[in-house]
Nanobody
């Protein structure tokens, strides 16, 4: 079973940066779409960014375009989310997720594998 472990969350002031990492294990091929999602208290889970390097597909939510960058290092089996120019509204629990054969690597797909989450808090 695929295992995902996030790290890198924390507290930062508005305008600051954080880099989230997601260590992936038991991923035996590259036909996986991977993504970052977030959920703030009282809000629905939101797809932040997804990536499928097999077909050069990358998705960003409009709210993070130009500020966040998703990437993956297959040699290290790690997924990253570089977050710059953070805003208080970025405050949420951030999760990484993965699944195979996700149509267009859509953030709306019901992903099978999830990490435990890492908290990001942005103060104004």
């Amino acid at each position: 079973q695929v295992q995902l472990v996030e790290s890198g969350g924390g507290s930062v002031q508005a305008g600051g940066s954080l880099r989230l990492s997601c260590a992936v294990s038991k991923l035996y091929n590259l036909n996986y779409c991977m993504g970052w999602f977030r959920q703030a208290p009282g809000k629905e889970r939101e797809g932040v960014a997804t990536i499928y390097t097999g077909e050069d597909i990358i998705y960003y939510a409009d709210s993070v375009k130009g500020r966040f960058t998703i990437s993956q290092d297959n040699t290290k089996n790690t997924l990253y989310l570089q977050m710059n120019s953070l805003k208080p509204e970025d405050t949420a629990m951030y999760y990484c997720a993965a699944d195979q054969w996700v149509p267009r690597c859509s953030p709306l797909y019901e992903y099978s594998y999830w990490g435990q989450g890492t908290q990001v808090t942005v103060s104004s």
